[in-house]
Nanobody
């Protein structure tokens, strides 16, 4: 079984920073990519940033230059450093992993439970 566990969410003032972490655990054969998505009230879930096993990254235009995604291969983890946070960044942030499980040998997409990020004065 594979699980994604997120941490690092919280409340911060505009201009502040937060660092989100997500670790995938279980019988994992390989990971194609991991990333972060977010969903604000009344809005669709949107991509924030992704990183492939090879290190290629992709960012939403709204976070370019402010957020940085990275990975820790030994821990099957992905990090999201969020700087210069704005009120519009407020959302529930979900960790995502596209991987192949050792036991199933099937490509699957997994989601974390989500962590709340609130940016306000």
């Amino acid at each position: 079984q594979v699980q994604l566990v997120e941490s690092g969410g919280g409340s911060v003032q505009p201009g502040g920073s937060l660092r989100l972490s997500c670790a995938a655990s279980g019988s994992i054969l390989s990971i194609n990519s991991m990333g972060w998505y977010r969903q604000a009230p009344g809005k669709q879930r949107e991509l924030v940033a992704t990183i492939t096993s090879g290190g290629s990254t992709n960012y939403a235009d709204s976070v370019k230059g402010r957020f940085a995604i990275s990975k820790v291969n030994a821990k099957n983890a992905v990090l999201l450093q969020m700087n210069s946070l704005r009120p519009e960044d407020t959302a529930v942030y979900y960790c995502n992993a596209d991987l192949v499980g050792f036991k199933t040998l099937d490509k699957q997409v997994y989601w974390g439970q989500g962590t709340q990020v609130t940016v306000s004065s």
